[in-house]
């Protein structure tokens, strides 16, 4: 009888593992990986020793609100942070007199400020959108064309000329259709398609065309100091291009003059891109690269597996606070590092003469350092 009953837990324990085993290989999962070079992580060593310059943040209360992703200052001197709740908060330099001063109704992930004191606003879940100095949102661009839309605008920077140039991070996975930015990041970092992409949109006559394509996860943008060039973070494969500004569909790895790789094999993921003060431009780094993330990248079929398990079990990386300035050569002139990562995800940086404010994923208030 025992003997039976062993028999039976075994059967039923191989069933099981057969199941499991069917179900990471087989289970139909929305990315298709594909195999891609990655670099040898260089570590926290030269440009980017470790550091403790982030820690000890001082803090500026939103109240209930969460995730100052993106911040600048506006044309009134104000400052103005993006959160997760759609709303986007307006209050005085050192947080005073906060208010909602406009609620998009989907996530802005950038915006930036037009010649008339608009807010242009790149919102992941409705596209380009344009906010009057008292709140009335419209919708400047959903699709690039009728039948190609815009499914995941994530950062945003207005030219002197009005031109508007802002990076849709991904044609394969937009945040409306699978769960919300995090998911969509994550599908579209995985497979490495490379779908994102560089547009311009032109208000006089309310067209958007392609600047570039085929970056892996399209990120942060910046203009160069003469409005010739822009910087744009790849997220996905942790580097930061410069490209032509009057680039036209350019594939980005076709070894085109008009992109060219400016900094490489960053020691995290690059998020968003700021012009400081005195000619810098400062980065922002999600997250610190993980070894077992970057010995998946010719094993496709290892990454399909790893979407069929629960996303606690994807290797992102700890969490390390890390902002860093370079010059338009690329050069870094300032590194700030929290290694404790007591401000999580730190996704950019804004200066002014008297603060630098530090942009979060998901911290619950607004970090600074007094400059």
Known sequence: MRAKIIRRVAGAVALLLVAAAVYLCFWPVPATPVSWPAPIPPGYTGAHAVNTRLSGLRKIDIGTEFGPEHMAIGRDGKLYAAMTSSNL?????????????????????????????????????????????????????????????IGYANSVVVASDGTIYFTESSTRFSPVKWGG?????????????????????????????????GLSFANGIALSSDGQSLFVNET??????????????????????QARVL????????DNLMRGRDGRIWVGLFRPRNPAADSLAERPFLRKILLRLPRSFLPTGELYGHVFAINEEGRVTEDLQDPKGAYPET????ETADRLYIHSLHAPAIGWLPR
């Open 263 to 270: 900094l490489d094999n960053l020691p995290g993921y690059p």
């Open 89 to 149: 908060l307006r209050m005085d330099a050192d947080g005073g007199n906060r208010e909602v001063f406009a609620n998009t109704g989907g996530r802005v992930l950038g915006f930036d400020f037009d010649a008339e004191g608009r807010m242009i606003a790149a919102d992941a879940m409705r596209g380009l959108l344009a906010i009057d100095t008292g709140g009335t949102v419209s919708l400047l661009a959903d699709r690039v064309s009728a039948g190609d839309p």
């Open 236 to 257: 996905g494969r942790y580097r930061i291009w410069k490209i032509d500004g009057h680039a036209n569909d350019l594939a980005v790895g076709s070894g085109s003059p």
């Open 181 to 213: 930015t995090l998911e969509a990041s994550v599908l579209d970092i995985i497979e490495q398609s490379a779908s994102g992409r560089v547009l311009a949109y032109d208000p006089a006559t309310g067209r958007t065309r392609i600047v570039a394509r």
């Open 347 to 350: 996704t950019g940086a804004t």
